[in-house]
């Protein structure tokens, strides 16, 4: 069963609308529309992929280790697979807000997810 979670920013047009399939602690399915930057979309993109299949304690643990890197603080390049095309967006600060609008809005569902 999907759960819908929004993600916006409401300094641009990212409007994104997430839909999570979680069954026993495993994200099976992630799902995404709406409308958003070059940016924010392909960010949902890979970050689909690499969350499918993950159980809650793996995709936080990956979105630290990529909200580490936005950050320019350590990270575990491994662990974000082809999420680490974003490793340079911090040469452009207005643009880290749109490279992690759905990993933000992810996390906060996840840790929800998980007090419950």
Do not use: H, W
């Not at 643990?61 to 662990?79: F, H, P, R, S, T």
């Not at 999420?83 to 759905?102: E, G, H, N, T, W």
């Amino acid at each position: 069963e999907y759960e819908k979670v929004n993600a916006n920013n409401v300094s641009c047009v990212d409007d994104i609308d997430l839909y999570i399939d979680i069954k026993d602690n495993i994200i099976k399915d992630i799902r995404f529309n709406g409308e958003a930057c070059a940016i924010s979309t392909s960010a949902t993109s890979i970050m689909l992929k690499l969350l499918i299949g993950k159980t809650i304690e793996e995709a936080l643990n990956l979105i630290n280790e990529y909200e580490n890197m936005i950050d320019e603080k350590e990270y575990n390049a491994g662990v974000l697979e082809e999420a680490v095309v974003y490793s340079d967006i911090y040469k452009q600060p207005s643009r880290k807000k749109c490279a992690l609008l759905p990993y933000k809005t992810i996390k906060e569902y996840l840790l929800n997810v998980k007090s419950k």
